[in-house]
């Protein structure tokens, strides 16, 4: 299409309710000979009608995303998908956020059971924690549950990779940092039942662990 046609097809988007910026999405279309109907629309903004363009100029199915429902940054997760040929069917809906989109688009190219934490009850952050759990092959089952927040399931996590008894800690009643210093007592090899009770604050378990380590240390000096 020569610079005559495409103002010629130009004028036919005037007076239709375009500012200058979808208006010069709709001409970088022409200007590439692709199906500017499938974006010009004036209920998508301009940031959305580039995402649709592009997917356009790179040949994926745009149709996956051409809704005014995903914003910008959730079309671009979902054209990342497509260019990586995996199952965007997993994470194309608008129930999830563009972050959340991101961690589940990287456990389809990880090839991951994303059905494992492709569910808007788990936040980002949560689906980050699973999904670097299944990269690890560890037994995610001890942690996925939204009852944990991110912090929580990070600490289970850890203690499932050095193969520690997280059954001890696993628990919604211990925040992070309690965790922490249980995890930390079951790696030094301590009898973590002398505080590992969710009345003890994480400082209070940090200095009977401090203890209970110190205590260890002089058992061998104390034999001889």
């Known amino acids: 299409m020569n610079n005559a046609e495409i103002e010629q097809e130009m004028k036919k988007y005037e007076n239709q309710g375009f500012d200058y910026f979808q208006m010069e999405q709709i001409r970088r279309g022409l200007e590439k000979s692709i199906d500017v109907s499938k974006y010009a629309d004036p209920k998508f903004a301009n940031n959305q009608m580039f995402e649709i363009r592009k997917g356009l100029e790179s040949g994926v199915d745009v149709d996956k995303y051409v809704d005014p429902k995903f914003n910008f940054f959730q079309m671009e997760e979902i054209h990342y998908g497509l260019e990586k040929g995996v199952d965007v069917d997993k994470y194309a809906d608008s129930k999830f956020d563009f972050y959340q989109m991101c961690q589940i688009r990287q456990g389809l190219e990880e090839g991951l059971d994303v059905d494992k934490y492709a569910d808007p009850k788990f936040n980002a952050s949560q689906m980050y924690e699973i999904r670097l759990g299944l990269e690890k092959d560890l037994d995610i089952d001890k942690y996925a549950d939204p009852k944990f927040d991110y912090e929580q399931m ?4 850890k203690g499932l990779k050095d193969d520690l008894d997280v059954d001890r800690y696993a628990s919604p009643e211990f925040n992070n940092w309690q965790m922490s210093e249980i995890r930390e007592g079951l790696k030094n090899n301590v009898d973590v039942s002398k505080y590992a009770n969710p009345e003890f604050d994480s400082s209070q378990m940090y200095q009977i662990r401090l203890g209970l ?12």
């Open 154 to 157: 990070l600490e289970i996590r």
């Open 213 to 224: 380590e110190n205590k260890k240390q002089k058992e061998p000096e104390m034999e001889m």
